[in-house]
């Protein structure tokens, strides 16, 4: 049974977040879901996340999971309030203690602040499978872009978490703390060797002023296409090129923000004594 899967971009983020459900009534997956945060006043809502609670509803779809490709740096994740508002157990990669520990050195968090991934219902170990009702899935570590990234195939589609990008855009940056370019050309390596009309569904598109968003592409598209990635690139120039963009990368708006909620499974750090919720800005860190 192909999966079905609803697609949302969110263009303040550029990243696409996806409901993969059986049919209409069956069970579903969320995947990535975008938590909007408004830096300007420190304020979040709800407008992304509805649009796939919504849709949920619409298809009353019974959510067995709400999956994350990996700690984003560029949006908040709305893990915790669908969980809320829908059930399903969250899940990450096993590696996520690793990311944890850096960022809790980083933003200096509360001693308790436990790095072996608790705050997730699942921890899912390389080459994992498991259910959406009757859609085998299977998650595939693919680090890189950081040490903890999965990409999760479910029945004939291939969600790559930050690994490609459309063809014409290319490939995730290397720099965050654990990431590796040389570690994330093998991990593309391994989704590019999968059968050639698999589908493809990108993280984030940052599409140029001349197409609209896209998000799906295949396995042959890849690698005939890629700008980075392409077939014939081999390691070495791969990681030169990746090296020399990431060193002219600006870090994204949101990172500081979206870290210390995504670590967290989606949940907003405890409260200070007077019930207000706080993040921290290390100054001259990053
Ligand atoms: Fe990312």
Same mark, same amino acid.
């Given at each position: 049974m192909p999966a079905q899967i609803e697609a949302f971009y969110d263009p303040s983020t550029g990243t696409i977040s996806y409901v993969?459900?059986?049919?209409?009534?069956?069970k579903a997956a969320l995947l990535d879901p975008v938590l909007d945060y408004d830096p300007k006043s420190g304020r979040t809502s709800h407008?992304? *996340?509805?649009?796939?609670?919504d849709f949920v509803r619409a298809q009353a779809l019974q959510v067995e999971w709400i999956l994350e490709t990996h700690a984003h740096a560029d949006h908040l994740s709305a893990a915790a309030w669908l969980k809320q508002q829908l059930g399903g157990r969250t899940a990450i990669g096993a590696r996520i203690g690793q990311v944890q520990q850096v960022f809790k050195d980083l933003f200096h968090l509360e001693a308790d602040f436990a790095c072996d991934g608790r705050q997730f219902d699942h921890l899912f170990e390389d080459g994992e499978c498991f259910q959406i009702g009757s859609l085998t899935a299977r998650a595939l570590a693919v680090p890189g872009h950081t040490p903890a990234?999965?990409?999760?195939?479910? *029945?004939d589609a $291939?969600? $790559?978490?930050d690994t490609l990008?459309?063809?014409? $855009?290319?490939?995730a940056r290397c720099d965050f703390p654990g990431g590796n370019a040389a570690t994330l050309y093998r991990s593309v390596q391994r989704l590019l060797a999968l059968p050639s009309a698999t589908r493809l569904f990108m993280c984030h598109d940052y599409p140029p002023a001349s197409r609209a968003p896209a998000w799906q592409s295949t396995v042959a598209e890849q690698r005939a296409a890629n700008i980075h990635l392409h077939d014939g690139v081999d390691e070495a120039s791969f990681v030169a090129m990746r090296e020399a963009r990431d060193r002219g990368l600006g870090m994204p708006v949101l990172i500081l923000p979206a870290i210390q909620i995504n670590i967290r499974a989606g949940a907003l750090p405890p409260a200070d004594s007077n019930g207000v919720h706080y993040l921290r800005i290390p100054l001259n860190q990053l």
């Open positions: 993969i459900y059986e049919a209409r009534g069956g407008g992304n *996340a509805q649009r796939l609670l990234d999965l990409a999760y195939q479910i *029945a $291939v969600f $790559v978490g990008f459309m063809p014409d $855009v290319g490939s």
